[in-house]
């Protein structure tokens, strides 16, 4: 298996693509049409293929990914559940994927429908009342919540309230969010049950505190039981609770972050509501937020005035725009067909699959790997390899390469911080048990294998265990007819 | 239920094996005050029958660009898409794989990424891309934002009133937390006069963000603006179009320390506005600076060339609080589209699209400004979209000429006041001449038309 | 040139390793005056953006099933197709390789194959599937072929008149050439009265050919034709409705000796009719006659379990002049979509489409009935297409129903003298309710209109 | 890597595709709608799995291929050129892929312009002016052919010409079309050259003689330049000459089969004009004939009235039909697309280009491999390992298979069988001088590597030399739970 890269395999004079002839009437050169100074000397350099070569280059690059398409893959707080292929199908209607985004409302009364109808489904499933869809992403969706509470504590006179607490287990995303927003972040521990510390965040609780993000059920997978307490904490010191909604997969029809007392929350619709990863993305971070707080949302927002609906730009109060025209309608429309085939059945059953599902897992392999932080989980668990590092020095590194050999992509490893050698496995409810179980099986087999030959795992995938000090040491990020052979 | 594969069988065994009598029982940590006592207020389940029956009702109920003729433009463009683009980024192993955290279960993202990088680096001048932001408005915040960083001290950021007004709107709200100000400088000509930012321009400056094309599709100063910029020491930061660099000088030959684009036009649908791409080059010497993911070379433990994800201590998940930027999920799928499209056309095809845009887009500006009563609104070279002053009000000139199955332009009125009686027409290569003639014969019919009306 | 790679280097290179100075010298063994001296006389070449344009305005001038409201049968049916067919039958790999020749490189397709094969033998309850035949109307020649090498000596083929006339024109030619007859038996009632059977069959008699449900959509008295047939020492051969099994007895449960079908119903769009799916499935003991592809199980060289094209002595490519077919390229792509269709439905799946089917049939046809005037042409049960008598000339009553979104059926007049006043109404699952009032209401109203007109 | 049926990993319960609920009144179970005794006891034993089962099992499968757009595949007489992407693209579009076959004319006026417009250019490209896009397949086609030709003979009181001549190099779908029309197979030699031989010929030529059946250039690669004198010959006797398409692709716009005397042809779309093969079809067998025999063609045919076109069914002469519906569409469109990407340029080109490749190949190789019949060849040519087989006891075979672990699929082997240890390669127009010599290295490799080594190959792939004896003595055809393990 080659590793050309598609410059290695260009070649001058060849092309894929053609361009019809000029039908309009050539009448001068271009340097007429564009004075000269503007003009590039030459063609920027891109690869010169046939379609042929194009296409088998990008067919057999891809069959070197994992995907979920072709196998389990456990990557736990990233909720690889299955894409269903009709979505790929209806997004590709051009009815719905051919609309400009600047054309007047009157020409795109089907497509706000259901974006407007996405907005009442995602409020109703968050019990938050006000939404925004613009976020591109969850770590968007998190600066825009931010921003949102810093013009409301500048509405509201308190632009002292300069601090962003966080639990020791957050994503990372939460204080890069934070400081991108202005703020401040304090660090609030974990305590041994893996939960929030209420003491430690009693002490750092005071009139600098604007907002406390939570994630919830939290990334070891615990369901933070105290969050009545926590909330009423922040509310009555005049704070704000944002709920990182990554996790939203474990509580769908069970209960409402508006019920358990946040303020502001994001989705990922490309995970919890299953839009295709894409190798990175894209992905979708809408915000719901209370009441108080929807004068601050981002416009435009889609509104309905009898049978008829359009955006809003007319509020006054509004942070603005996090980024250019609506948002990623193609992951919102994504996540419309999945809550709409599902309904709110079918949703609160995702819920209770995906724990039962990730609790079973658990079940499987606990007499195996630590779990530190108990036998029982939502949708996720963290467990760790710190006993077989002790013992065997087999790390949670060499198990994820390990796994890899037999077609399955590793869990989150090395996260959340709080677990040594942690190992964070989502299973997501659409996998079976017949696959749990295999899976578990060869987690167990691996905790048996020497040493010496899990360190040198994988043994059957195209690479193994890149140099990635030298990657980082010596940065070569684009090809050059230099850079080839480093 | 659909995609779930728990058979009750499945379900009894399960719960055996954790010990509990009921899945009710592993939600016991929800305490009951906070659970939900109804079901979720959303319509009942549809199966793919009948969602993709609803899907095509609505589906038909919008003007997509394919119905109708489509001279819209202002960041988001009717190119062609070749077919190749659809049927390799809808391979399951690209859509549906994640992030390439594990090298080796993903070296075809991570290969492809990188080929994207060269592809940006090549295309724009400049040294490293990144492997894709979000989209091209926040990615002018963000370049922004990398500008103060890499010129620490300074807080003004300067930026042409001829930028998107969506970028600027973008820029306005990351910045009003941070401390930085955000001065606009008007382009009443329709681009930036550099005497404008002579006198704007001073020690505290940070950077300056200019778009070329602009928004109203007509040509900066560019390099003149650069000069300036650099003479001051701040950091020079073009939006550009990609499409444009078929013809036009590249963003780092002329002068740019941070390039950015909306990638639309590289493969992406339409597609009522997003998901997009944003793109971004730097220079080398802020490679350490730069947000978002990086892919890099480097050999495997037998020596073999290969790919990872790299420079992650910029990165939110390993800095948490000091990282470059908050960025996690990007836009894989359509850096990898734009690799795709860009490699399909080649060198000589985006030449080419860009000089059918250039040429249409002029022809379609000579047929309408032949028509009585309209001129160019400013008088400056353009790539492939322009304005033109119009004789009638704006708006229902436009529903008219879209009820003849025209998407005819934008109102400029929309996003400046002072152009209300100005229409931005783009043209692509997709528009044919019979496109164009139809259109200027339909805007003459009703200028006509409406004078009658006027005189009567 | 399109898809051509060679540069003129590359010429020049390749050129000189042959030997020959240029490419004319290679075509020299084709005598000058065979050599066509002007350019072929067809259209100039048409870039990509040229020729989808040029498609889109060819599909415009289509009324195609998702914009009209189809009740058309006669073969073909507007059944749903879940979208993973299309997902995976799009997958390079197996749309783009050839007859799987060499077993190791191709074991995607064989096993695929002879999971549809599994498919075919449940489906129909016979033991033995090939790979596919062209489509349902020659896979009744290829099985009367069959079935007159089963029984050699005996000349005389009876067929039915409710067999798809299509079919039996097919028949009609393949048997012209070969030493036999082909008798259609009348069904004046919509079905093979077995008494006219009896009255037919002899012992020259090679095989019977029916098909259940039948052209009319109505049911054949299948079982008893069977047993008449067996009796007489004869084949049967049972053209079937793959959708119908979802609630009908199985061919070989009712006594088939070979089936057959057009398997469009499973997964393949209508496409105006091909290429379509012909399937057929027969019993154990004449394996060694069946034509086409077969794939079987084996072992490799390890002991591993796998794939091959197997019995390959029945075919052309080794037996030539004795092989019991011509049949080479077949619809491989096809049966990998009838493969994923069954999976995705399941029996469950395929018993409520069925169910569906009758039931909106029937539905269908108590509507239709009750306009006055509107009678069933058949007093015979049927599953998802019925015959009705109308009181009105047939084709001016389908061009108005057709201008109202109504693709409402089938002349029946065009096959059948004795039926000029009958339409043929097929329902799928596909169809709503609100679908079949509204063809009900369209049909009175012209009805009404139409006697009102009569009146005056 | 599992080779697991999809029957195997079926599960009681599981599904995938749900149907909605009832819309219409259900007023009564199903035996009262039909009688009891038609309807089934069980629901047919079909798998029962999930979405994701599915997609899972067939992606995986898929990638157990090798195919065009993923390897070189240089299988002679098959063509195994590129499939354009925009061919897939266009075809689906609703209002191509929705047309009911039995729609009126009136609604389907852009479907039938295509139709027709291919008929025009392919009888331009072949020379032969009347045609029949109704074969389903080239074996179809050559069948239809005679069972025109047939007609013919009754027609005018000459049914005593019951004779089919067929070379030696032939199909084997041609002695099989044959004997399938009716008529007996007589064998024509080949000469030293590898050409008919004319003496032969001649001999078997009487007034029983109805057609012969040429493949042009032939299955050696060589264009028969006496094709003229062999169809002088025929006519002169009474009879018709087919000529099998197969190998269109070497004379696009060169030389037409009516120019050289061809009184029938077929056309493999699905090749010459690159519909994608699927894994075994489907095809498109169009032939096109003389006017003379225009009347005995299959009905219907499209004509151009005015603006409009309709289907002609009333051909009194006509052989009446060889299949159900039209043809086979969706690859005509696919051929109509290639052909109107090209031009008359474009498709000379094809054949310029073919022939190069095939000439290219053959002198990198003909060193090291015997080429017994020259070393020029049209677009493919025959190599044979006979030498190999002698001195080294490397078989055809053993080359072919040892190619899989290269990359490469493997040539038509063994075929045609006037030459021993045969290799027929065709590489097409579409590969580039690169893959090319790629290739021509590998199998100069091969020649030089150990036999044993060979008698092995592959090495590299999921399974290795096949049992077949044991496939065909015991026949497996469909998976039953006793057959799994067989």
């Known amino acids: ?486 | 239920m659909s995609y779930l594969l728990n058979t009750p069988e499945d379900k009894d065994a399960m719960l055996a094996s954790i010990g509990v009598k009921s899945i009710e029982e592993l939600f016991a940590p929800i305490p009951a005050e906070l659970r939900m006592h109804r079901p979720l207020n959303i319509p009942p389940a549809m199966t793919e029958i009948e969602l993709t029956s609803h899907l095509a009702a609505l589906a038909d109920r919008n003007q997509a660009a394919g119905s109708a003729i489509c001279f819209l433009g202002g960041g988001a463009y009717d190119h062609f898409i070749p077919s190749v683009v659809d049927a390799i980024s809808g391979r399951s192993e690209y859509y549906t794989a994640y992030t390439p955290y594990q090298a080796e279960a993903s070296q075809g993202s991570l290969q492809a990424f990188y080929e994207y990088q060269t592809m940006m680096a090549n295309l724009t001048g400049l040294e490293v891309s990144n492997a894709s932001l979000y989209e091209g408005g926040s990615a002018v915040a963000e370049a922004v934002l990398m500008a103060t960083n890499l010129v620490e001290g300074r807080k003004k950021v300067l930026i042409a009133g001829s930028v998107h007004p969506e970028y600027r709107k973008t820029l306005q709200t990351y910045a009003a937390t941070l401390d930085m100000t955000v001065q606009t400088l008007p382009t009443p000509e329709g681009f930036l006069n550099p005497d404008d930012l002579k006198a704007a321009i001073d020690s505290q400056t940070a950077c300056v963000v200019l778009q070329h094309p602009n928004f109203f599709g007509t040509l900066e100063e560019a390099r003149t603006i650069g000069e300036i910029t650099k003479a001051a020491g701040a950091i020079f930061i073009v939006s550009f179009d990609p499409i444009s660099l078929g013809l036009l000088e590249r963003p780092g030959d002329y002068g740019a320390d941070i390039a950015i684009a909306e990638g639309q036009s590289l493969g992406t649908p339409l597609g009522y506005g997003g998901p997009y791409l944003g793109i971004m080059t730097c220079r080398n010497e802020y490679v350490r600076k730069i947000p978002g993911r990086l892919v890099g070379q480097t050999v495997d433990r037998t020596g073999k060339r290969c790919w990872v994800l790299t420079l992650q201590t910029r990165e939110q998940h390993i800095r948490r609080d000091k990282a470059t930027s908050n960025i996690c999920t990007n836009q894989g799928l359509f850096a990898l589209r734009a690799a795709i499209y860009l490699t399909a056309l080649g060198p000589q095809g985006l030449k080419e699209t860009a000089e059918l845009c250039l040429r249409k887009a002029t022809y379609a500006a000579r047929q309408l400004t032949a028509i009585p009563g309209i001129s160019l609104r400013f008088n400056r070279p353009f790539f492939k979209e322009f304005s033109i002053r119009v004789p009638a009000k704006v708006e229902p000139l436009l529903i008219t000429l879209r009820e003849q199955g025209y998407l005819a332009g934008l109102n400029l009125g929309r996003w400046y006041p002072n152009l209300t009686d100005s229409i931005s027409v783009a043209v692509t290569e997709k528009r044919t001449k019979a496109d164009i003639d139809g259109l200027a014969q339909a805007i003459k019919h009703r200028l006509e038309s409406g004078a009658l009306a006027a005189s009567l």
């Open chain 1, 1 to 486: 298996q080659s590793t050309e890269l598609i410059y290695e395999i260009s070649k001058p004079g060849r092309r894929a693509h053609r361009l019809p002839p000029c039908d309009v009437p050539v009448t001068e050169p271009v340097d007429q049409l564009v004075p000269p100074q503007y003009l590039a000397k030459n063609a920027p350099p891109l690869p010169e293929v046939a379609e042929i070569d194009l296409v088998r280059h990008f067919n057999n690059l891809s069959t070197r990914n994992m995907s979920i398409d072709t196998n389990f893959y456990p990557l736990g707080s990233c909720t690889m559940k299955y894409n269903p292929k009709r979505h790929e199908r209806i997004a590709a209607m051009p009815g719905l994927a051919g609309l400009h985004p600047l054309q007047d409302d009157d020409t795109v009364q089907g497509m706000l429908e259901i974006l407007f109808e996405m907005q009442e489904f995602l409020t109703e499933i968050s019990g938050l009342p006000a939404i925004s869809l613009q976020p591109a992403a969850g770590a968007h969706g998190e600066l825009t919540a931010l921003y949102v509470a810093a013009a409301y504590f500048r509405d509201i006179g308190q632009t002292q309230r300069k601090r962003v607490l966080v639990p020791d287990s957050a994503h990372g995303t939460n204080p890069a969010s934070a400081v991108l927003a202005g703020f401040e972040v304090v660090t609030v521990k974990s305590d041994s049950r893996g939960l929030v510390d209420l003491n430690d965040l009693k002490s750092k609780i005071d009139d600098r505190a604007a907002v406390f993000m939570i994630t919830n059920p939290n990334t070891l997978g615990l369901f933070e039981s105290q969050i009545r307490t926590i909330t009423d904490l922040m509310h009555e010191a005049g704070g704000l609770v944002y709920l990182d909604g990554a996790n939203m997969n474990a509580i769908l029809g069970i209960t409402r972050p508006g019920d358990f007392g946040a303020d502001m929350q994001h989705y990922n619709v490309h995970k919890t509501f299953t839009g295709p990863h894409g190798g990175g993305g894209p992905g979708s971070g809408p915000i719901t937020v209370r009441d108080f707080l929807a004068p601050y949302l981002p416009t435009p927002i889609v509104v309905k005035e009898g049978d008829r609906f359009r955006l809003d730009f007319n509020r006054p109060k509004s942070i603005g725009r996090v980024r250019s025209f609506f948002g990623n309608v193609g992951i919102l429309l994504r996540g419309y067909c999945y809550i709409r085939t599902l309904g709110p059945d079918g949703l609160k059953a995702v819920s209770e699959n995906a724990v039962l599902n990730a609790n079973y897992l658990l079940s499987r392999l606990k007499d195996v790997y630590d779990v530190p932080h108990g036998d029982r989980c939502m949708h996720e668990f963290v467990a760790s390899a710190r006993k077989l590092r002790r013992e065997k020095k087999i790390s949670t590194m060499d198990i994820a390469k390990r796994l890899l050999d037999f077609g399955y992509h590793a869990p989150t490893v090395y996260f959340p911080l709080v677990v040594p050698e942690a190992m964070m496995i989502e299973p997501t409810e659409t996998e079976s048990k017949e696959t749990l179980d295999a899976f578990a099986d060869t987690l167990i087999r691996i905790a048996s294998e020497e040493a010496d030959f899990l360190h040198a795992a994988p043994h059957t995938m195209i690479i193994s265990r890149p140099d990635e000090v030298k990657a980082a040491r010596e940065p070569v990020l684009a090809w050059t007819p230099q850079s080839a052979g480093k």
